[in-house]
């Protein structure tokens, strides 16, 4: 398969993009948050793993991850961050409020 523009069937409890995002440009990388949004399983992660040093790719690792986390934010939340010569992101959804019955 080749992702964003094809995507296999099911839910997921983990999800890896190891060093992908930034090929990928904006607009598949919201493409591609479209597509994760739903195929998670409850509990789920999402892994991010990039690169930070300078590349001729369409986004640099930073920004490529910043593209994801903003386009995923409605529903997913960072949990734990890692910063040195890559920058790992681990994301999971975001709780549902809990409903409120008037009884």
Do not use: C, K
Not at 12 to 25: A, S
Not at 71 to 96: M, N, V
């Amino acid at each position: 398969m080749q992702t964003p523009g094809e995507w296999p069937a099911g839910t997921f409890d983990l999800i890896v993009l190891w060093e992908v995002l930034y090929f990928f440009g904006r607009p598949l990388v919201r493409q591609l948050a479209e597509r994760i949004e739903g195929s998670l399983r409850n509990p789920s992660h999402v892994l991010l793993v990039h690169w930070l040093g300078e590349t001729d790719y369409p986004l640099s690792g930073d920004d490529a991850v910043t593209e994801f986390v903003a386009r995923t934010g409605s529903f997913l939340r960072i949990i734990r961050q890692q910063w040195a010569e890559y920058r790992l992101d681990l994301l999971e959804p975001i709780p549902a409020p809990f409903a409120i019955s008037a009884t």
